[in-house]
Structure formats: C-alpha cells, structure tokens
C-alpha cells in the first residue's frame, strides 16, 4: 500500500490556508441548478484518522444515481496534512481524497462530502473545496451542526429549516427520516441548494444519512484498518 505523502507547496500554516481559502472561494459557481436527481452517478467522499499514525484514508464510492447500486469504489492513503485547526479541515485531507477520486475509472457525477460546502464561517468548506478543485458538482451533507442558528424542522420526512448566518441561508437543517435528527445540507459547487436538498432526500431513502455516506464511511474504515496493520505504530 503506497502512502501519499504531503504536496509540495502545500500550506504550512493557519495564514497561508486561509490565503488559499480566499483564492479558491471566488472561484465557487452557484449559479447552476446542478444534475438531474436519479441521473447518472453520484460519488460519497468520506475519510478516517490515525493522528497517532499520521494517516488518513480516504473513500470514494459511485453510485447508480437511480438505483443507488455500488458502481465503483476506491481508496486511498495518506499523510495527514495539516495541523487540526476549526475551519480548515479540508486541508488535513483533500490530498488524500482527490487520490482516491482519481483512481475511479467511471464519472463520478455529483461529488458529496460528509461535511459542510458554504455552511463554513469562510463559505469554503470541504464539499466547495473539492469542488472548485475538481470543476465537478459538490455539495455538503454533514451529520452535526456547525456554528449557525437553526430552527427544528418539522417531524416530517423532507421537512427543513434554514441555517442561517448573519441573516443569510447558507444551508438547511433536512429531516430524512422522520422523527430522526436532521441532517445539514450545503450547496458546494455548481449545485443549487433546492436541488442538493432533493439529491440528499433520494439518497437516503431508509437512514438518516445518504447511501453515498454510509458506503464511503465504511470503505475508509476499512481502508484505515488495513493501513494500520501495514504500518504499526
């Protein structure tokens, strides 16, 4: 198993990261209504830790957009990249994840990410980094809240709320299930939030979290295991 290591010229630092935040964020298109749902394919995007390794492995899993059957899966290895700095997150990773994106012989159509794309104090989260990087739609669907306010939406499956910013929707909290917690949706790129939200509702026609979620979130585990045994600490 090859470990990726750190990018040349990659940020050392909180200042340069957030220089690159701001560089790449006017780049961010949200003009777009993004794929069709049911369309083509859709990529979960998801990673796991071992700070005392200093690894990070990565998962992309593509799914049949209309059956949400597996299509293609891989994964990747890596150092972890920066420093755990709130805000920044995307840059312990995304070397790692654009690896395992690029290992993928299929199109990965709509890319989404376990975690927040303009939802962010910045508006540059993961799912807008990664897809300002990979010109590819993107959008964030993150399981707990960041720091916005939020009213409860209602019971109801595809029941929502705003999440708010200084009086702006930079997302909304979406029930998938009902009577479960919602979940927290973000455009990231090229994707208009009406249209993530209707991704996210497909996705996740029996659990809380999408199907794309729940693959990618297993394989990167199982990736990890896998590094950890190669690479005793």
């Not at 394919?41 to 957009?65: N, S």
């Not at 012989?105 to 962010?120: F, Q, R, S």
């Not at 208009?192 to 990167?220: F, G, I, K």
């Amino acid at each position: 198993m090859t470990i990726i290591g750190i990018p040349a010229g990659w940020p050392a630092d909180e200042g340069a990261a957030r220089d690159v935040q701001r560089e790449l964020r006017a780049r961010i298109v949200l003009g777009e209504e993004g794929p069709d749902v049911g369309q083509g394919h859709v990529t979960g995007l998801d990673v796991a830790y071992d700070d005392e390794r200093d690894l990070v492995a990565a998962a992309a899993v593509v799914l049949d957009a209309r059956t949400l059957a597996v299509v293609e899966e891989a994964t990747a290895v890596g150092r972890v990249s920066f420093p755990y700095v709130p805000g920044l997150l995307a840059f312990r990773e995304i070397p790692t994840v654009l690896a395992a994106l690029d290992a993928l012989t299929v199109d990965p159509g709509l890319l989404v990410c376990d975690g927040y794309g303009i939802a962010h104090p910045r508006r540059f989260g993961l799912a807008s980094h990664i897809g300002v990087l990979t010109g590819r739609p993107a959008i964030g669907v993150a399981k707990n809240p960041f720091t916005f306010t939020y009213e409860q939406p209602g019971d109801g499956r595809g029941e929502f709320s705003a999440l708010l910013a200084e009086g702006e929707e930079v997302g909304r909290a979406l029930r998938t299930q009902a009577g479960v917690k919602p979940v927290y949706v973000s455009v990231g790129h090229r994707v208009s939030l009406e249209r993530a939200c209707a991704h996210t509702l497909h996705l996740a026609p029996r659990y809380r979290v999408p199907e794309t979620t729940r693959h990618a979130d297993s394989l990167c585990r199982r990736a990890l295991e896998e590094a950890r045994a190669r690479h005793p600490a």
